[in-house]
């Protein structure tokens, strides 16, 4: 599928993936991320959605099917590996340990990293609390205490301490006021233009299809059309865009 010229950091090949071994939730899935670009997924509730994103990171191994990455094969990869690679996920639930500082919930992902990389992360912090200023006045105090959406800004300066080269972002703006989800919009726009990768879930159908440079719809665990923005707007997927309710 897809453009075959530039080499895909992220490539699903036909995986097939469940919970159950006799049901498939995902059917023959083909996606592809590039170098700094979005792919964007959407599709209804129960499409399978955040099961791609949990197949990718290992927690489900693929029944058939290939995950490549930089050009390896990483199906199946042990979830704890996914640092080392690059891979970073910001998933739907919260990751965030409500007990824990803003400042150690930043820092947990480099326990037991080199010393280098924890070096590294910690020059970072700074950098963190510059692009975050409310998480630097707050850095001291419990996780949990901080609104929904400075929560979601200790889950994206977490990533972007990490400096990943892939980043799986599964519904960011779940339960975040207009005003707040269009700021994690930017944020994510901002991780692309550095470069990441990016596999964007998210149920605002419209935004993602602004942003991703390729969108992807599932449907029942299939991948039901894919294309660019601009098919997104032609009558090529007019079905989709009714389906989707959507009215550009
Ligand atoms: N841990 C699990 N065990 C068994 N079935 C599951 C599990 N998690 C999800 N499912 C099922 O897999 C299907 C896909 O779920 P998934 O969470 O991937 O959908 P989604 O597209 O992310 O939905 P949403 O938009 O609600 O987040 C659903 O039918 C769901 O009930
Ligand atoms: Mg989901």
Redesign the pocket.
């Known amino acids: 599928m897809g453009d075959t010229q530039t080499p895909a950091l992220l490539e699903l090949s036909n995986v097939t993936a469940g919970?159950?071994q006799d049901i498939d939730?995902l059917r023959d899935i083909s996606l592809r991320v590039e170098v700094g670009r979005i792919t964007g997924l959407i599709?209804?509730?129960?499409?399978?959605?955040?099961?791609?994103i949990?197949t990718i990171c290992g927690f489900l191994p693929p029944k058939s099917g290939m995950i490549s990455y930089a050009g390896k094969d990483i199906s199946g990869i042990e979830p704890h590996r996914l640092i080392d690679h690059g891979i970073c996920c910001i998933p739907?639930e919260s990751s965030l340990f409500p007990y824990l500082s803003v400042q150690d919930n930043l820092l947990l992902p480099l326990l037991g990293r080199p010393k280098q990389f924890a070096k590294e992360m910690r020059t970072r912090l700074h950098e963190v609390f510059e692009l975050f200023p409310v998480l630097n006045q707050k850095r001291l105090q419990p996780a949990g205490s901080l609104s929904g959406g400075q929560q979601k800004q200790v889950e994206f300066a977490k990533a972007w301490l990490q400096q990943p080269k892939l980043c799986l972002i599964?519904?960011p703006s779940i339960g975040l006021s207009p005003k707040v989800s269009e700021e994690v919009f930017v944020w994510i726009e901002k991780f692309a233009k550095a470069q990441m990768g990016i596999l964007l879930?998210d149920?605002n159908v419209r935004r993602v299809v602004r942003m991703s440079d390729r969108i992807c719809v599932?449907s029942l665990?299939k991948i039901t059309a894919d294309g660019t923005p601009a098919d997104f707007q032609g009558d090529l997927h007019q079905q989709v865009q009714q389906w989707l309710g959507l009215n550009f």
């Open positions: 919970y159950a939730v599709g209804l509730n129960g499409a399978g959605k955040s099961t791609i949990k739907q599964d519904e879930i149920h599932l665990g």
